[in-house]
Structure formats: C-alpha cells, structure tokens
C-alpha cells in the first residue's frame, strides 16, 4: 500500500475489521477477513498518518512530476486528469508549475476535500474509477500514479478502468501507469513489521499471498500508546507484473506501449515502504477514432474539412506515405475543431478520400449539408503538389464555398520565378537570380557566389537541403544533376543568391483591406547549427528527425522598426495583388547589410498545431484552436454567411 495510491472511495463510518471491536485479536488467514470494498472506508485521516505520510515530502514529489513530464513530453495546453489523486499532491504541483488544465479524480471524500484545500486552480471531484464523469476525448493526459490500481475484487473491475481510461483519451492521448512491481512483492513479502509513526502512534502489519496467488492482502493495526488499538484494517491489492500490465493494457485497446523501468521510493522516513517499495512505469497511447459531438443547435455551420489522401503516395514526405506523425498532425486538427465545434454553431465532417471526393461533395451538397469547405488539401489532388489548385477549381465548379485562396492565385505562388516577377513590378525587392530551363545544359553565372539552388516548382522545401547552398560551378552542376536524376524533377530551376542575413515570416489572418491581423514576425534560430552547416531552413529541418537541422527552431523576430514596418507594408501589398484569401505565410531574408528581400508568398500554408502560421498566432496570445476559427470566421466575412444565416432565421419566423 504505502502511498498515494491507496486513493480511491469515500470514507464511510466504522473500520475495516469484521467486527465491532477495536481488535480481533490473532487470526490464521487475512483473506478471509477482507471486504470486497475495503477500499471505502480505509482513506482517511488515518491514513494519511500510517502510510500517505511515506510520500508526504515535496521533494519527492518534485522528482516524480519531473519524470512523467519528460516521459510524457507534457506541455501547459495539456488537459490532464490524475485518476485516483488521492490528497492532490502531483496536481497541485503541475499546477504550482503552469499547467492551468489540470484535473483530479477519487472516491474518497475526505482526500479529496483536503486537496481542494491545497490549491483552487485545480478541479478535484469525487467519483469512481470504473465509471468515470467524462466525456469521451477529453483528456490529452490520464495519469493512475502512486501505486493507485488494482484494489478492486475483481481483475475485470480493473480492465473497467483501463477502458474507462481509454474513453476520455483523446486520439493520441497519452496514459501513464505507476504501480508496485509485482512479481517483486511476491519474493519480497515481509510478513510481518511494525512501526513508530510519531512519539504516540505505532502500527503493525501482517501481509501474505491471496489462496490463488494474485493479490497481496494486508492487515494494519493501528495503536496509541494512551488509547490502545484505534484501528484494526485490511486491505488488498492485485499483483502485476511487468509483462502482466503490459498485456492488460494491449487487451484493454492501447497502443505504443513502453516501459521506462522500475523507481525505488526515495522516502526519508526510512522504515516499512510496503507495497511502493519499488514500482514501475508504463506508458501508452490511445491509438483511436474520434466519437461523434452530438449538438442541438439550429443553424448548424455544415462544414466539410477537405484533406490529403493518407492512403495515397506523396512524394513530399521522406518515406512517401503519411506517417505517425501525419495522422497525429490530423488528429490534433481534429481535437481543436471539436472544441470549436462544441462551443461555436458548427459541425464539420471530413473528406480524405480522392478517389471519390468528387461524388462525396455532390452527394453532400444535394443533401445540403455543406456550406461551405475548410479547404485545408494543401497536399494537392491526389497528393500531388502542383494539383493544389485543382481542389478549389473544383469547389468552383461545383459551386461550394471554400477558405483560403482561389486557383488563380495559387497557381502563380507555385511558380517561384513568376513571383519574384510580379514583387519586381510592384517595386517589392528579391533576390539576385537566374532560371535554368529544364533542356538547358549551359549557364552563365552574373553574381557571386555564395547561391542556392531551387526547384522552380516545389513545395515544403522539396529537393532544399543543406547541398543546395553553393559556393563553385562545380558545385552548381552537381547540385543539379541530383535534383534531376535523384529526385526525378525535370522542371526549371531557379538559382538565387545566398542571403546570409535572418530567415523571416510574417503570417497575415483575413482579408486585406476590410478585415485582417498581421501576426508577430518570426526568424529561424540557427544557433544551435554547427558553424560549418550553411543557415537554411530546408527539407531537412523540416522532416527529418535525426538531421542536425531538426534543432533549428522559430523565434520572436528582433528587427529595427523601420526594417519591420517595410516588410509587413509589403507582404500587405503582395497579398493583396495576388488576391491572396483569409491567410497566407510569406518568407523574408535579410541580406549581409540588413535590407530584407522577398522569398515566397504561400497561399493557404501549412496549417499544422507546430507549423510557422500556429507558432506566429501564439505569438500573438492565439491558441491553435483560435487560429482555426480565425481563419473560418474571416472566410465567413468574406463569403457574407452571416447575411445568408439572418435571412434564413427570418423566412423562419415568417414560415411560423
């Protein structure tokens, strides 16, 4: 027993002993003295006295939040939920420590008054473990710490809860499991102990194996030297070993399971640590499907989100399929959508499918249950980038509303070359450069190196790494011949030099002029590159993991007023002459003297929970869910749905 753990059901009046006296004196056999629900009456006041107080050391507690923090890659904007959190103690920590959504959950009444006492930032609730007051999807984060499972009759009771675990998991929501080790116990049962607890309570203890061997049953008996015997209690519980849970996790419909080993209790007191004298940790993930949000609102926002194929190949990516990572990237979308979805006056459904998006769009709009799409397929039709356009030309066609820019538009922005054209006319700075067609074999070369070499058509840093940063002909040439034969790319090329000065992007939300919000402007920090590698942000840093790129991160972007002001004036008038709709991201570089140069405009840019638009909307106090319903909301202006959902309200009352 012996820690938090022993957390779970209200205290009720009485003890745990099978009779109206304080002591049933010497017994042959502890299992026969057990209550099924020992578990209700065991957490309280005394409790905390004979065995919370084994953990009841801050320090303690600071190390074991430290560790599931890093085993969880927990962050502030986490929903977590301690199950069984007993008094509190690791919730009040993550809260003393910035997570502002953190949650508690036990059966004890008297527990969990005592933790709201520790901190009112916390929710704590009475409840039970098998049955959980949650909705399905709620939690990012499920925690059962402190040796808190397995005190329940029955091992099916304790797949209840795994399970009910698995209901308020998000879809890659990750759970954590801290419990006794069990096979350990077994070999390591110490039948009998006492202790002093203070200068007037002592306690003794008997312990022994359950007749089938899976339960470790304990009698506690505590005395005080002036009363005698005040409490005479059992209670139980069920022995996992390492492989045991892992495979009781599997069953119960969890994913990625690990685990990270064994802890030994780090307690001052130094005396019996029972049942926590040695637990492990295992974590899992919550490998799911989304349930449905049921809604009771009129007027409905019907919105259809139109995405890439993940069962199609996209060259883009390093293995050319959708990964994990992919699907954890879609699912996170998903989360923050339902949020919307249930405070917000929408309901908004998926389409993946290529091959039959056409027929499923008909088939809704028939149905009118589309108005209109969140067209976040910046993969392309059929996850080919230069098809990008082809999924609004189709919206158009159809006659369905749609976020983001028009075919026109993207069309032009995939083509590098065309749009340094179009800055150069409207009197916007870029780079020096010249364009290799695709059946040209000879060049000349009219500034100096360094350069960069660049596919004329890509997208997501496609054929960019460090190589393409050149200082020779030599070096040209190669370059290349390997985008050509390695990648297959038989399109021009555009060679740019190399501005050595800060990598920019600035994010506009909205419709230039009437509505609209220009977001902080950020840099690329470098500083963590070897002072060899050249200062790109390409392929590389964008997808692979173990590249030395991957540790290149975005920052607030420090620039001189003036220097600012000139690029947010002009990416605003690139915007607007390209006809740009509800979002764009364009990229800036700094040359060796401080004057800034155009790189790209990207209509309709990465939309993903980590991506530059998200990291520049939390610059400006948006959370990722925010910026999804800015850009929906901005596009909602522009298509004047507000005027069509007030005529509708009013053909409603008359009809009435």
């Known amino acids: 027993m012996k820690e938090d753990s022993l957390k779970s059901e209200p205290p009720q009046k009485g003890n745990n002993s099978n009779s109206g006296k304080k002591t049933i004196g010497p017994i042959s ?8 629900d020992w578990w209700k009456t065991i957490f309280n006041s005394k409790y905390l006295k004979t065995d919370g107080d084994v953990v009841d050391d801050k320090e303690i507690t600071r190390k074991e939040v430290d560790l599931f923090i890093k085993i969880l ?22 809260a003393n420590r910035g997570f502002n959504r ?15 006492k520790e901190s009112l930032s916390v929710r704590f609730r009475e409840g039970d473990a098998r049955k959980l007051p949650y909705a399905s999807d709620t939690f990012d984060v499920v925690m059962i710490l402190g040796n808190s499972f397995g005190y329940f009759e029955t091992a099916k009771e304790d797949m209840m809860v795994l399970r009910e675990v698995l209901r308020v ?19 390591n049962i110490k039948p009998r102990s006492w202790e002093w607890i203070d200068k007037k309570y002592f306690v003794c203890r008997e312990r022994s194996l359950s007749l089938d061997k899976t339960r470790l049953i304990s009698r506690e008996i505590i005395s005080n030297v002036d009363s005698g015997v005040i409490a005479d209690q059992f209670y139980a ?45 295992i974590t899992a993930v919550a490998k799911k499907q989304w349930s449905a949000v049921k809604s009771k609102k009129h007027h409905l926002r019907n919105v259809v989100v139109l995405l890439g194929d993940p069962n199609k190949v996209d060259i883009l990516k390093p293995l050319y399929l959708f990964d994990e990572d992919d699907l954890y990237t879609i699912d ?35 149905k009118g249950k589309i108005d209109f799409v969140f067209n976040l397929c910046d993969e392309g039709y059929f996850n080919d980038a230069r098809k990008e356009l082809h999924v609004p030309a189709l919206l158009d066609i159809l006659g369905i509303p749609y976020t983001g820019s028009e075919p026109q538009c993207l069309a032009h922005c995939y083509d590098k070359s065309l749009i340094r054209g179009i800055a150069e006319e409207i009197g916007i700075p870029t780079p020096e450069a010249f364009f290799i067609k695709s059946g040209d074999v000879s060049f000349e070369v009219p500034f100096d190196f360094p350069m960069i070499i660049k596919p004329n058509f890509g997208d997501s840093s496609f054929g ?67 002072p060899e590698l050249p200062r790109v942000c390409g392929y590389e840093a964008k997808w692979l993991q173990d590249s030395p790129y991957w540790k290149v991160k975005s920052i ?17 008038r690139m915007f607007e002459r390209l006809e740009c709709k509800d979002y764009a991201r364009l990229d800036w570089r700094l040359n060796s003297k401080g004057e800034p140069k155009l790189l790209e405009v990207n209509p309709n840019p990465g939309w993903c929970w980590d991506g530059h638009l998200a990291k520049m909307s939390k610059l400006k106090g948006m959370s990722y869910r925010e910026m999804l319903l800015a850009i929906l909301r901005e596009a909602e202006k522009r298509l004047k749905f507000e005027e069509k959902l007030d005529k509708l309200s009013s053909a409603e009352v008359k009809m009435k």
């Open 556 to 572: 607030p972007a420090e620039l001189k007023p003036e220097t600012e002001r000139f690029i947010v004036d002009c990416s605003l």
């Open 169 to 187: 998991l998000k879809p890659w929501g990750r759970f954590l499991i801290d419990i006794s080790d069990g096979e350990y116990l077994r070999k």
């Open 29 to 36: 056999n502890l299992e026969e003295y057990l209550k099924p």
């Open 73 to 94: 890659n927990m962050n502030p904007e986490d929903r977590i939920l301690d199950l069984c959190c007993g008094q509190g103690r690791h919730c009040v920590e993550l």
């Open 237 to 281: 519980e069920r022995l996992y070993a390492e492989n045991e849970i892992i495979e009781f996790l599997k069953q119960a419909g969890f994913n990625n399971i690990i685990s990270h080993g064994s802890i030994r209790t780090d307690s001052k007191r130094n005396q019996d640590l029972g049942m926590i004298e040695k637990r492990i940790i």
């Open 332 to 366: 996170r979308l998903k989360d923050s959508l339902r949020e919307i979805e249930k405070e917000y006056n929408y309901s908004f459904s998926y389409l993946y499918n290529h091959e039959t998006m056409i027929k499923d769009l008909i088939r809704m709009q028939e």
């Open 464 to 530: 960019i790494t460090r190589r393409n940063v050149v200082n020779s002909i030599e070096n040209i040439i190669s370059v290349i011949s390997e985008i050509r034969d390695k990648l297959g790319y038989e399109k021009p090329i555009l060679i740019e030099e190399f501005l050595s000065g800060k990598d920019l992007s600035v994010g506009i939300i909205g419709n230039f002029p009437n509505s609209y919000t220009v977001l902080p402007v950020i840099e690329e920090d470098y500083s963590a590159l070897s």
């Open 102 to 116: 953190v949650e508690g959950l036990d059966r004890s009444h008297y527990l969990i008054q005592k933790a709201k």
